[in-house]
């Protein structure tokens, strides 16, 4: 007999998530390949140019970080860039001269009139020498202060020689805009490290940073002699 009063059997059900695989998990990937537009000729000229003006501004700030902005000269840190890893320097295959220069008298110049002066005789002072200097031989550096490097790549000691006597006389033609000034030329003093290609093992020639070390003790040598000297060193 039925109990109208019982409760239904209740039916329970039981979700079943169909199990899917990854996509694209077992099976190899199909590249959907776009060809490309091709550009039109003025969008080529534009991007060649913008390229070129890119190449450009990377040149002329690479060429700030290795330049004295007052002078023009290379700076400091140019020279011992090149002192480390010019291949003529540090393999010892080519004769060379290291230069050290300052300006005779510079401090009192600077103290009597004024720093704006002498900024203006160490710019004419740089354009002189570099007049002076053959493109893709030779390099002016800028060490601080009055103080200059000049690097030869030259054959012989004579011919150096000849080079910096003509430096000197260069500087020494300069028209100063000081009136008082106007009877005194103005003079530079050198110590110059010549190392020839002699015949001696590379071993046995003085490194490029010897070399700079003897031109400065040879420029104090000058300075203590008098001024408008040259002080010369074989190494």
């Not at 091709?38 to 190449?55: N, V």
């Not at 010892?92 to 103290?111: E, G, Q, Y």
Request: charged share 30%; with cysteine.
């Amino acid at each position: 007999m039925s109990n109208n009063n019982a409760q239904p059997r209740r039916a329970s059900f039981v979700a079943r998530a169909r199990s899917h695989s990854p996509p694209m998990i077992g099976r190899k990937a199909r590249a959907i390949r776009v060809p490309p537009r091709p550009l039109a000729r003025s969008e080529r000229l534009r991007l060649i140019r913008r390229i070129r003006e890119l190449e450009a501004e990377n040149s002329a700030l690479a060429q700030l970080t290795i330049t004295d902005s007052l002078t023009g000269a290379y700076n400091r840190r140019h020279l011992e860039a090149v002192l480390a890893s010019d291949a003529r320097l540090r393999e010892r295959t080519h004769s060379a001269a290291l230069c050290v220069f300052d300006i005779d008298n510079f401090k009192a110049f600077n103290d009597t009139y004024g720093h704006s002066a002498g900024d203006q005789v160490l710019r004419a002072v740089a354009r002189a020498v570099m007049r002076c200097l053959r493109a893709g031989d030779d390099f002016l550096f800028r060490l601080g202060g009055d103080e200059f490097c000049v690097l030869l790549f030259v054959n012989a000691a004579p011919e150096a020689l000849r080079i910096v006597k003509r430096m000197q006389r260069a500087v020494k033609a300069l028209l100063l805009p000081q009136r008082e000034m106007a009877r005194r030329a103005l003079t530079i003093s050198f110590g110059v490290a010549w190392r020839g290609n002699d015949g001696r093992s590379p071993e046995a020639l003085a490194s490029p940073w010897d070399m700079y070390l003897r031109a400065d003790a040879m420029l104090y040598d000058a300075k203590r002699a008098g001024r408008d000297r040259i002080e010369f060193a074989a190494v």
